[in-house]
């Protein structure tokens, strides 16, 4: 029923155009608000990977880090929305020393999922977080980003000496009860598809992660990306025609909204972007989105890719 | 609006029967004995297991309340899975494996009658008005686990909805909440496979009207899972889903499960 207002035009000069016809720029309503995130660490990160869709870094000071008390606030007034889960990224997460006790706040009323490099994860820490998590009856997902399954492929894109680091932190995560997800963007061929999928779980199973659970993202071709690879090209962007018959459920911007410590935007991939920011609280932000930006392509391709359980389907 | 909903004080409830012709005489049996005055289905008949055009029959002749899963859709309109969203190259291997034979294997009249049912019913447990759906009031292929689901937005599932009491399944795990006002929220579990506990037995709900609320029990059912195990062999249906059936623990499509909920189990 919702869905219907997809195909309103946005209002004239408010939205980017697209197409060569210039044509309305789709927008897409919020349904629902099912999943808060906190953009906890800004964008300052310990890495400078060279996929990174919004090119963290130690230096990088665009966006800083969320404190104790707006998080709080922030989880106080989501109960009104009825949000489902809690989603904390950065940057890396762990730089912000608060973290552990946001997590037990919202843990405290619902399900929380850090997005980290697992660098930053020395025993102390993981045995807290098994504390946070055994107090909880709701699931602490722990996400971890990998992108090879081996120094050689890895390294080049993290950092060197990642890869080892990396799984050091995976391996004190699966000692501590955890099962982390681990988080591929697809950097190689996709005709490579099963060869790296077992390699990732034949490399996890050498630091004892029996039965591991992985996710492979689509490369988002901005930031730091998009002079890795490539760009994305004129014609890679969503129509008002590509949004007839299309469950707009499956975009992020129909049931998310990101909280930093500069407003509230649409998604976690856009915040390099003015118009992605929707307002100061999440009642100005609850106004719907148009589907400007490239970026937005991937997402309609392959769905709300930042959840826990979606990702890109590999073929066998 | 439809017709003033059905009223009842005692009723049995179940999901996933999976094919799962054993499993689900024993429940409606157990809950006859047990004083249910109705029996429902909240969906998901076939899948997994064999023969799936042997459920229809017996939910039929013992006028089950069946709603329309998403397996039940998928069949119904002859799609091309079973819109359960896996990614995962081994779960969407099995996955696939289970849908074609589920579907080669009902025919027209029952994917006809899939393809009637309700996506949702509307009864009153005693005075409290009770919504029955299959993966939540919003989604047929919602997932709502005990782990990732808050109570505020059971809440505000059921002021959204106008219910005091929701019933749903589609996860396979039964679990229920108390919410405010003595409303309550229940995933009444499958009935066509064990819950992922190393037990061979299968669970169903059964929900009473007790003074302004509903009480909630769940049932676990020993029924005859080595004929049934014996039969998926004999289909030639994988070993892995065999497995499962005789171990209790799920070997496939476990993808989906949050963090606590797969580290209950064994894969």
Known sequence: MMAADNLRPAPAGATPKAGSA??????????????????????????????????????????????????????????????KEY???????????????MLERTLAI??????????????????????????????????????????????????TGTFERTLQGVQRLVEYGFLPIITAAQVWCPQEDGKVYQQFVDALHRVGYGRPRIKILPSLHIGREADRSRSYSDEERVTSA?????????????????????????????IDHADAR??????????????????CYTCWMNGAICTNFSGIGLER | MSAEPETYTRIAAFGGVYSNHYALRAVIEDARQRGAEAVFCLGDLGAFGPHPDRVFP???????????????????????????????PRDNHFAHISYRYTFDNTSQTWR????????????????????????????????????????????????????????????????????????????????????NDGCTDVWYT?????????????????????????????????????????????????EVLPFKERRRGKF
């Open chain 1, 87 to 101: 989603y904390f990224t950065g940057g890396e997460p762990f730089m912000n020393k608060d973290l552990p006790t």
């Open chain 2, 58 to 88: 017996i939910l039929v002749e013992n006028d089950v309340g069946t709603i329309r899963g998403n397996y039940d859709d998928s069949i119904a309109r002859g799609l091309d899975d079973c819109q359960c969203g896996y990614t995962d």
């Open chain 2, 206 to 254: 059964m929900l009473s009207a007790a003074g302004g609320s509903v009480r909630v029990e769940f049932v676990p059912i020993a029924y005859n899972f080595e004929a049934f195990a014996q039969e998926m062999v004999d289909e030639g249906l994988p070993d892995q889903f065999v497995e499962t059936i005789v171990t209790g623990w799920w070997t496939t499509c476990n």
């Open chain 1, 110 to 159: 619902g399900p929380a999922s850090v997005l980290t490099n697992a660098t930053l994860l020395p025993e102390k820490t993981v045995r807290r977080l098994a504390e946070i998590d055994a107090g909880s009856p709701f699931s602490l997902e722990l996400r971890v980003s990998l992108d090879g399954p081996s120094a050689d492929t890895n390294d080049p894109i993290r950092g």
């Open chain 2, 112 to 195: 006809d009658w899939l393809g009637e049912l309700p996506e949702q019913l509307h009864i009153r447990l005693g005075d409290r008005r009770t919504l029955l759906c299959h993966g939540s009031p919003r989604s047929v292929n919602e997932f709502l686990w005990e782990s990732t689901t808050p109570t505020h937005f059971l809440e505000k599932l059921c002021d959204d909805y106008d219910a005091d009491v929701v019933l749903c399944t589609h996860t396979g795990l039964h679990w229920s909440r108390k919410l405010s006002g003595g409303r309550l929220f229940a995933n009444v579990g499958a009935i066509g496979r064990p819950a």
């Open chain 1, 278 to 295: 929707l307002g100061a609280d999440l009642e100005e932000a609850a106004r719907p989105y148009a589907l400007g930006h490239h970026a």
């Open chain 1, 22 to 83: 210039g044509e309305a720029t789709p927008r897409v309503p919020l349904l629902a608000l099912d999943y808060l995130w906190f953009q906890v660490a800004g964008t300052v990160c310990n890495l400078r990977c060279t996929h990174c869709f919004i090119s963290c870094a130690p230096d990088n000071h665009s966006f800083w880090f969320l404190d104790l008390d707006t998080v709080g606030a922030y989880l106080d007034e989501s109960k009104s929305w009825g949000v």
């Open chain 1, 242 to 270: 590509m949004m007839e018959d299309f469950d707009a459920s499956q975009l992020l911007c129909s049931s998310a909204r990101i909280v930093t410590d500069r407003g509230v935007y649409v998604c976690p991939i856009l």
